[in-house]
């Protein structure tokens, strides 16, 4: 905990809808008081943007498991580099988070080794195998903020029905992959023209609609609190809008890789593109870049997801899905504003305030009483990426070599500094 004075910041505050020159005071951790205009004294931002810390969901961390691909300390950092305050990770681990035991270690190791808030998910059913549900209720008083299988669909509908009845109950959220999982076994891109020039195994994108309404059918059924990890298609959106339109407690998000990435980046073969879901066409990029501006799609993520230089020096086809993101997530959604896609405020509120609100937990706001969790930025600073620098153990992300506009110059958590540029910063 610290107290400090930030003066002549551009305040980016997703929950007023705001973008005003001002100043903010911290004590004990937390914002005590807010101006606007300029103001002598303390920490001079110099006109850069000082905004909520962004709070990434569906962060996976190899520990336990996979610590070669990503620990706690090395994704914290990464993490802290990124503007990334708080992080709420996945439980598909090598041994899944699905029990009171494993979820303390998680929390222990996050508390040991992390600089910025770690806020674990825990499985939904034992093993993620879709089978058994896990015990909910252990896992909510043990510190679980929300229940996942991660990327695997639970395929008996007696089950996840019976598993959301049960979160409703509680009023635990259920966070679900949507994904219809015959269809989309084994598919590499998505299907059309160029995975067929390509000759890639491929999935429609009915298949993500098939998966989506199966389980908003069940919403409707168990009341339940729901999350669609990844809304990736136009096909989707319509249910959504239907689900929503009825009162349903539902919000769904999406990866900025899906959002500034296409099929077509995945040219010859380059493994750093897989992604599950696939990249899908640019028609389905614009739509969803649309309907995140509407506020149909709730929340942006990074869908960090290491891998090692073993898993992807593969061919395309049998080369592990995903990509790291946490040092890349804002750098990368400034492109929506570079773009005129998203005001910052906009952006903010995505990437900061309603993952906050959906998961319960504090941050996402400059109000006063707030917790003290920032990231300060340059907005314009052009650089280009080069992999080789990021904090991850892994290295596995699609931007590598990618011209970049916006910088972190520094993140705050309980207003103390874990990271400025140029400079090391103590855990």
């Known amino acids: 905990m610290t107290n400090a004075l930030l003066t002549n910041a551009r305040l980016i505050d997703p929950e007023a809808g705001t973008e005003t020159l001002g100043w903010l005071r911290i004590e004990a951790g937390r914002i005590a008081e807010t101006g606007t205009g300029a103001r002598h004294g303390g920490r001079d931002c110099r006109g850069l943007c000082l905004a909520p810390g962004i709070v990434d969901i569906g962060v996976k961390v190899g520990e336990p498991g996979e610590r070669h691909k990503e620990s706690f300390r090395t994704a914290a950092l990464a993490a802290a580099a990124g503007g990334v305050t708080t992080m709420v990770t996945r439980p598909d681990t090598a041994t899944p988070i699905d029990s009171p035991e494993t979820l303390e270690f998680v929390l222990r190791r996050g508390r040991d080794a992390a600089p910025v808030h770690i806020r674990p998910m825990a499985a939904l059913t034992k093993a993620r195998e879709g089978r058994e549900m896990t015990e909910i209720g252990f896992l909510m008083d043990a510190g679980a903020v929300a229940f996942s299988d991660g990327d695997r669909v639970c395929r008996d509908t007696k089950v996840l029905s019976r598993c959301m009845a049960y979160a409703r109950g509680l009023g635990a959220l259920v966070m679900a992959h949507v994904q219809e999982p015959v269809l989309s076994a084994g598919a590499a891109t998505t299907s059309g023209k160029f995975a067929a020039l390509k000759g890639l195994p491929s999935v429609s994108p009915i298949a993500e609609r098939m998966g989506l309404e199966r389980d908003l059918a069940l919403v409707a059924m168990t009341g339940v609190r729901y999350h669609a990890d990844q809304v990736t298609t136009a096909e989707a959106l319509p249910a959504l809008a239907r689900a929503k339109a009825e009162g349903l407690d539902v919000t769904a998000g999406i990866s900025i890789h899906h959002l500034t990435l296409n099929e077509f980046d995945v040219g010859d ?29 709730d929340i942006i993520c990074s869908m960090h997801t290491p891998q090692d230089e073993e898993e992807k020096r593969r061919p395309f086809e049998e080369a592990a899905s995903g990509a790291v993101g946490l040092e890349t997530l804002l750098p990368a959604s400034l492109r929506l504003y570079h773009s005129g896609d998203m005001t910052l405020p906009g952006l903010f509120r995505a990437l900061s305030r309603n993952p906050a609100r959906r998961f319960g937990l504090p941050g996402g706001t400059l109000s ?59 855990a």
């Not at 879901?277 to 739509?287: G, I, M, N, Q, W």
């Not at 070599?401 to 520094?410: D, I, S």
């Open 269 to 297: 073969y380059r493994t750093f593109f897989k992604l599950k879901p696939p990249l899908r066409s640019e028609d389905d990029r614009v739509a969803c870049v649309e309907a995140l501006a509407s506020g149909l799609i």
């Open 368 to 426: 006063e009483g707030a917790p003290a969790d920032f990231v300060l930025f340059d907005p314009d600073a052009p650089y280009v990426l080069d992999r080789a620098t990021l904090r991850s153990k892994s290295k596995n992300t699609p931007f590598d070599q990618a011209r970049m506009q916006g910088r972190v110059e520094a993140t705050f958590v309980a207003g103390a500094p874990v990271y400025e540029r140029g400079v090391e910063c103590p």
